[in-house]
């Protein structure tokens, strides 16, 4: 292939793959993890690499990272996806392996997707990670906790990555349009720091997504005599027909799902938008933070505040007539409601109690006197025999413990407990005082 070939192939290439690093020092980010003196540089510098998980959001650099420590100690560097790889690739590469270490040449394999290893997989590759063949760099976005066999997990250490900051990627995209070789540097595109970090805020810590961004945009930048400019509008608009920045089945899609949660619950309105707005702008489903919200209307706010639940549904109702637009206001609306209304988890704690006591006490008799009635046989079995009609009582209230609807053959227990807080306390308030009308009429008989 002659130059000319060479280079119009490599201008080809996606902007994120011409402008990987090579070396730690061009890489972003991460310094917990390749700083002077952390595991991953000490790695480098002496040539010798252990086996690893690499979990992170997209975009971290953690393929970046398996060739850079592949390059450092000297090992070939073989490369795999769990989707696409089966068995059969597999025994290739431990084949191939075993032929290097003929030759005295160390193997190093990066498995993409190590969480969507199967068993047959896993069970391939395992005795040669433990043999030392292989050394394995695995890259997941996933949780290897609950995704990777236990097995593999032991011989393996499991290295963190965090999204880049938005400083970090700026100097991935200063360093895009500088770099005349890999980069955009010979069109000689001119963007200021705002425009740059409009596309870093958009990355969402993601640097192979921010390089996307820009190499888009930069088909719209302007001619402006010896140079192009990139504006803020072009950024925008390329911005706003971008795709989601998390998978649905992900981490990511969850954890933010759970700051919700977690925000509302601990009464901060503030953080529980902030998490709201941007599981939105990500690409998130209003309507799965709607049903979030309506799980926490009874788990966490309960009877502290009724309102609560009816007006999620309310939210929810509105949004599907409403649409996406107006409707997003009024899951917001629900959502500041919750987070501020009082907070009882009596109800979750009632109805988990009452869960494990039917699970220990399966079999009991309901009592006669709450049994329906609807033919002559069953009247003379003495069903309804008994009940009291509440209406008909003094404050609408059968009082006594022999109207209590507890079975007989059963240990009576308590299960809700109302709180002082909100409404929950005039909850409280009426339980107690039935409570004592119980214990006179009990002590009258």
């Given at each position: 292939?002659?130059?000319?070939?060479?280079?119009?192939?490599?201008?080809?290439?996606?902007?994120?793959?011409?402008?990987?690093?090579?070396?730690?020092?061009?890489?972003?980010?991460?310094?917990?993890?390749?700083?002077?003196?952390?595991?991953?540089?000490?790695?480098?510098?002496?040539?010798?690499?252990?086996?690893?998980?690499?979990?992170?959001?997209?975009?971290?650099?953690?393929?970046?990272?398996?060739?850079?420590?592949?390059?450092?100690?000297?090992?070939?560097?073989?490369?795999?996806?769990?989707?696409?790889?089966?068995?059969?690739?597999?025994?290739?590469?431990?084949?191939?392996?075993?032929?290097?270490?003929?030759?005295?040449?160390?193997?190093?394999?990066?498995?993409?997707?190590?969480?969507?290893?199967?068993?047959?997989?896993?069970?391939?590759?395992?005795?040669?990670?433990?043999?030392?063949?292989?050394?394995?760099?695995?890259?997941?976005?996933?949780?290897?906790?609950?995704?990777?066999?236990?097995?593999?997990?032991?011989?393996?250490?499991?290295?963190?990555?965090?999204?880049?900051?938005?400083?970090?990627?700026?100097?991935?995209?200063?360093?895009?349009?500088?770099?005349?070789?890999?980069?955009?540097?010979?069109?000689?595109?001119?963007?200021?720091?705002?425009?740059?970090?409009?596309?870093?805020?958009?990355?969402?810590?993601?640097?192979?997504?921010?390089?996307?961004?820009?190499?888009?945009?930069?088909?719209?930048?302007?001619?402006?005599?010896?140079?192009?400019?990139?504006?803020?509008?072009?950024?925008?608009?390329?911005?706003?027909?971008?795709?989601?920045?998390?998978?649905?089945?992900?981490?990511?899609?969850?954890?933010?799902?759970?700051?919700?949660?977690?925000?509302?619950?601990?009464?901060?309105?503030?953080?529980?938008?902030?998490?709201?707005?941007?599981?939105?702008?990500?690409?998130?489903?209003?309507?799965?933070?709607?049903?979030?919200?309506?799980?926490?209307?009874?788990?966490?706010?309960?009877?502290?505040?009724?309102?609560?639940?009816?007006?999620?549904?309310?939210?929810?109702?509105?949004?599907?007539?409403?649409?996406?637009?107006?409707?997003?206001?009024?899951?917001?609306?629900?959502?500041?409601?919750?987070?501020?209304?009082?907070?009882?988890?009596?109800?979750?704690?009632?109805?988990?109690?009452?869960?494990?006591?039917?699970a220990q006490h399966s079999s009991f008799e309901i009592p006669l006197y709450l049994?329906?009635?609807?033919?002559?046989?069953?009247?003379?079995?003495?069903?309804?025999?008994?009940?009291?009609?509440?209406?008909?009582?003094?404050?609408?209230?059968?009082?006594?413990?022999?109207?209590?609807?507890?079975?007989?053959?059963?240990?009576?227990?308590?299960?809700?407990?109302?709180?002082?807080?909100?409404?929950?306390?005039?909850?409280?308030?009426?339980?107690?005082?039935?409570?004592?009308?119980?214990?006179?009429?009990?002590?009258?008989?």
């Amino acid at each position: 292939m002659d130059l000319f070939s060479q280079h119009t192939s490599a201008e080809n290439e996606p902007l994120a793959y011409r402008m990987r690093p090579r070396t730690l020092e061009d890489y972003a980010g991460q310094e917990a993890l390749v700083g002077p003196g952390k595991p991953l540089r000490r790695m480098v510098e002496s040539g010798v690499v252990r086996s690893m998980i690499l979990w992170g959001p997209p975009g971290t650099g953690k393929t970046t990272l398996a060739e850079i420590l592949a390059s450092a100690s000297g090992a070939r560097l073989e490369r795999l996806s769990a989707v696409m790889a089966g068995v059969k690739d597999i025994r290739e590469v431990v084949a191939r392996a075993q032929a290097a270490l003929s030759r005295q040449e160390k193997t190093l394999l990066f498995l993409d997707e190590i969480h969507r290893l199967n068993k047959s997989q896993q069970d391939a590759l395992l005795p040669h990670v433990e043999a030392g063949l292989l050394t394995l760099i695995g890259a997941t976005t996933e949780n290897p906790s609950f995704e990777v066999n236990s097995a593999l997990l032991s011989r393996a250490r499991v290295y963190v990555l965090r999204g880049l900051s938005e400083d970090d990627v700026l100097k991935v995209l200063r360093r895009a349009l500088e770099d005349p070789q890999r980069g955009l540097g010979r069109r000689n595109i001119h963007a200021d720091d705002e425009v740059l970090r409009i596309l870093a805020r958009a990355a969402g810590g993601d640097a192979r997504r921010a390089l996307g961004l820009l190499e888009t945009a930069s088909d719209f930048a302007r001619s402006e005599g010896d140079r192009e400019v990139l504006d803020e509008s072009s950024v925008r608009e390329v911005i706003g027909h971008s795709a989601s920045r998390f998978d649905k089945q992900g981490d990511a899609y969850y954890d933010l799902l759970s700051a919700i949660h977690k925000s509302i619950r601990s009464s901060r309105p503030d953080a529980a938008l902030l998490y709201i707005a941007q599981f939105i702008s990500g690409g998130g489903d209003p309507l799965d933070v709607v049903r979030r919200l309506t799980a926490i209307a009874s788990e966490d706010v309960g009877n502290a505040d009724p309102r609560a639940l009816p007006m999620v549904i309310a939210a929810w109702d509105a949004y599907l007539r409403l649409g996406d637009y107006e409707g997003q206001r009024a899951i917001a609306h629900a959502a500041v409601h919750l987070a501020v209304a009082p907070k009882s988890n009596a109800v979750e704690l009632a109805w988990k109690s009452a869960q494990r006591f039917v699970a220990q006490h399966s079999s009991f008799e309901i009592p006669l006197y709450l049994r329906n009635a609807p033919t002559k046989l069953m009247e003379s079995l003495g069903y309804k025999k008994g009940y009291r009609y509440a209406h008909d009582e003094p404050h609408a209230y059968p009082a006594g413990s022999a109207h209590d609807c507890w079975p007989q053959d059963l240990p009576y227990q308590r299960f809700y407990q109302p709180t002082g807080t909100g409404q929950e306390k005039r909850y409280r308030e009426m339980m107690e005082w039935r409570a004592a009308l119980d214990e006179r009429v009990d002590k009258d008989d």
